[in-house]
């Protein structure tokens, strides 16, 4: 049956088992594109003649704000997914889906200040962005805190996909309406350069940075779906011997 | 002729109707909310003690004090609505009301709208018949006013049907408190934006169409989606704790 | 009187997993109009689950439910159900009276304020229908529940230790309600500590039905993978 691949999918031994054949090659690319990308954004790259070389922590700070932003659907789809299809193992992604966008958008917060402080005179300035990936990371860190109150892995999955598709709904709303407050409030000493001018040879290597960093998101979220499975599914014998067997090798 | 029979042992008695049925939520929810009055009267009266504490701690200057009136008096109306939305459903699943509900085969999204608009009439509708002293007392701009009362008018209706959404995802927890207000509160920051926004304009004597166009579509939006989603996380709870 | 005796409610293979442990596996029983079924069980063995399953209530199980063939928690299923769980449904802030105005208009039935003053004087609250029920004993709060049976044109009761907190004439009372409620084609399902006296009672005791090993392999794989 056509949807026999998809049910399939939803089987955490078949996923464990498929992830394992998959994770060396998804290593080696997600190092590799990180290392051409630092060298040639960090290294090659022209430095920009307002900012000099600070400006090269865009590196780091725009691709981690994309996939940040991006994280959120994709754990709300998971979510859904979840809840449609009884799908165990999409809950699981959602939930380590959240633990990685917490880490990205503080990491993306916290480059922004960095960035700030030899650019703008400041590490921290509520404008559109930086406010915008604020609610973001409280949107992430909510979804955490809702799952951990919850004894039940089962209803807590549920639960939590329910507040995960209310903040989809929610972003676009939040982000539009951050960005009409910022209109308004905006004080005319702070005027932040405009991305869409960036030159071409300062463009590639961030292409590359940006494909890199969805590399890395889905290792580390194979990575931690892996883990998570092997809590969850502790009682079943296909787990019991996979550690038995590793537990041999030693 | 093997059809089943029709149920022939009750559907003479029993017929679903829609009105007799919302009046009879609403009334018991009026009821409810009568006889617990504390609950709500607390939060409203922590809307005005907060107020003492802005001349205190910022300035009893009138010039500052109504440059900041219109956000001030909106994040205390926001706080406000939070601390009341504790208990929205936890009593009723505490003593098994939520089960009877279910098994009554009546629509839980219509359950729910009728507790938030109860919920609203109890909290956002006094906050906004109050405004008007709070303003005077922070000395915001006469323009304001009724830029003020409107905004709160429509804003707090929102408040109250997303906070049930986070009231919803509680309840079976049968704690609130902290968590649900660090799961609301992203939540509300458009309405904080769009009615603090409209004040603020009318105070300045700008035009406020566009906000109150975007307040009433979140009215809207609120409507439709939130009664939908509380319903959903209140029956998955029922059912799977 | 034939017709009354298509009503069946039916559950197939009813296997149930709480807290990562099987309460019981493969229950299979019919319940036809007239019957009376006490359900058996030890502390823990999963009776008020059961009962919250076929109530509709839980979504903690595997298996197929059907009423008059027809799916489980339909309108028409929860037009003819009456549950009564350890947790009824009684506000503590309402009085008695309020209570049950509040239940027969919930379930969309016709009863009139003086039927509803008879059927709390039946269950012996007879002078506290305006008192509130926090300033009611256990035992009256659970016959303002009970008031419910008195007055309800419902067709499968489900009752989850009724007899709590209750004493020897009330119980007697009950039970003969219980007969009549059966003699006219209802259905009863009922949990209880005390023995019952009823005519024609059924068991349905989970130590039947309880798993051989206390392991669940294929708890978290989805339909179609089992057999893997």
Redesign the interface.
């Known amino acids: 049956m056509a949807w ?1 691949w998809f ?2 999918l ?5 996923f464990y088992e498929k992830t394992s054949l998959w994770l060396p090659y998804l290593s080696i690319a997600s190092v590799l594109l990180f290392v051409v990308g630092a060298i040639w954004g960090l290294g090659f790259a022209p430095e920009d003649y307002k900012q000099g070389n600070s400006f090269r922590i865009i590196y780091v700070h725009v691709p981690s704000s994309i996939v940040a932003m991006a994280g959120y659907y994709i754990m709300a789809v998971a979510g859904a997914v979840g809840l449609i ?4 193992l999409s809950f699981v992604v959602m939930r380590c889906a959240a633990i990685i966008g917490i880490g990205l958008t503080f990491l993306s917060l916290f480059t922004g200040a960095v960035w700030g402080k030899p650019t703008w005179g400041t590490y921290w300035h509520w404008d559109a962005r930086i406010m915008f990936t604020f ?1 973001l990371l ?2 992430y ?2 979804i955490m ?2 799952h951990n ?2 004894a ?1 892995n ?2 807590a999955d ?2 939590c996909a ?2 995960a ?3 989809t ?2 972003i676009p ?2 982000y539009k ?2 960005d ?2 910022y209109s ?1 409030h905006q004080p005319a000493t702070i005027k932040i350069t405009d991305e869409s001018t960036i030159a071409a040879s300062m463009a590639y290597p961030l292409g590359i940075m940006v494909v890199a960093f969805y590399a890395l998101y889905s290792l580390l979220l194979i990575l931690h779906v892996r883990a998570e499975i092997l809590q ?2 502790r ?3 296909w787990v019991k011997n996979i550690v038995l067997s590793v537990s041999q090798k030693r | 002729m093997n059809k089943p029979q029709p149920p022939a042992y009750t559907t003479s008695a029993i017929s679903f109707s829609f009105w007799p049925f919302i009046g009879l939520s609403l009334k018991r929810e009026w009821l409810l909310v009568f006889r617990n009055r504390a609950d709500i009267a607390n939060p409203l009266i922590f809307f005005f003690s907060i107020l003492m504490f802005v001349p205190l701690g910022i300035t009893p200057d009138a010039k500052v004090l109504s440059s900041i009136a219109p956000g001030l008096i909106w994040i205390i109306a926001l706080l406000a609505t939070l601390l009341s939305l504790d208990r929205l459903f936890v009593v009723d699943f505490e003593n098994g009301s939520l089960d009877q509900m279910m098994v009554s085969g009546q629509s839980m999204f219509w359950i729910v709208m009728c507790k938030c608009l109860v919920h609203w009439s109890v909290t956002g509708l006094p906050l906004t018949l109050l405004s008007p002293v709070l303003g005077l007392m922070l000395s915001l701009p006469t323009t304001a006013y009724i830029a003020l009362m409107a905004s709160l008018l429509l804003g707090t209706f929102v408040l109250s049907m997303i906070g049930a959404v986070g009231a919803s995802l509680l309840v079976s927890l049968k704690k609130g408190g902290v968590l649900l207000s660090l799961i609301v509160m992203p939540l509300y920051v458009p309405v904080l934006i769009f009615g603090s926004g409209a004040v603020n304009n009318a105070a300045v004597g700008l035009s406020v169409t566009g906000q109150f166009a975007i307040l009433g579509a979140m009215v809207l939006l609120a409507m439709v989606l939130a009664p939908l989603a509380a319903a959903a996380a209140i029956i998955i709870s029922l059912r799977n704790h | 009187m034939t017709h009354q005796l298509t009503h069946q409610l039916e559950l197939s293979n009813i296997t149930c997993e709480r807290d990562d442990s099987l309460l019981f596996v493969d229950l299979s029983y019919l319940f036809s109009a007239g019957d009376t079924v006490q359900i058996r069980g030890e502390n823990g063995a999963g009776k008020t689950t059961l009962l919250r399953i076929i109530a509709g209530l839980s979504d903690l199980y595997e298996g197929s439910i059907t009423f008059n063939k027809l799916a489980h928690r339909s309108i028409d299923f929860f037009n003819n159900l009456l549950y009564l769980g350890h947790d009824s449904g009684v506000d503590a802030s309402l009085t008695p009276l309020e209570n049950l105005r509040w239940y027969t208009g919930l379930n969309a039935q016709d009863v009139s304020t003086l039927e509803m003053l008879d059927a709390l004087n039946q269950v012996g609250l007879m002078g506290y229908e305006y008192t509130p029920c926090s300033e009611l004993s256990a035992g009256q709060k659970r016959r303002t529940a009970l008031a419910r049976l008195f007055c309800s044109k419902a067709l499968i009761w489900i009752l989850d230790e009724p007899f709590t907190a209750i004493d020897v004439t009330g119980v007697e009372k009950l039970c003969q309600l219980f007969s009549q409620h059966t003699a006219s084609g209802g259905v009863l399902l009922i949990t209880s500590h005390q023995p019952i006296d009823l005519p024609h009672l059924h068991t349905l005791d989970l130590q039947d039905f309880k798993p051989l090993a206390q392991n669940s392999v294929t708890a978290y794989l989805p339909p179609g993978v089992k057999d893997e």
């Open positions: 026999q049910h399939r939803g089987s955490p031994k078949w299809w009884k799908m165990k609610v409280l949107l860190i909510s805190a809702l109150a919850y039940k089962d209803l549920k639960i329910i507040l598709l209310v903040g709904v929610n709303i939040i309406s951050v009409w407050w308004l969850r599914e009682k079943t014998s």
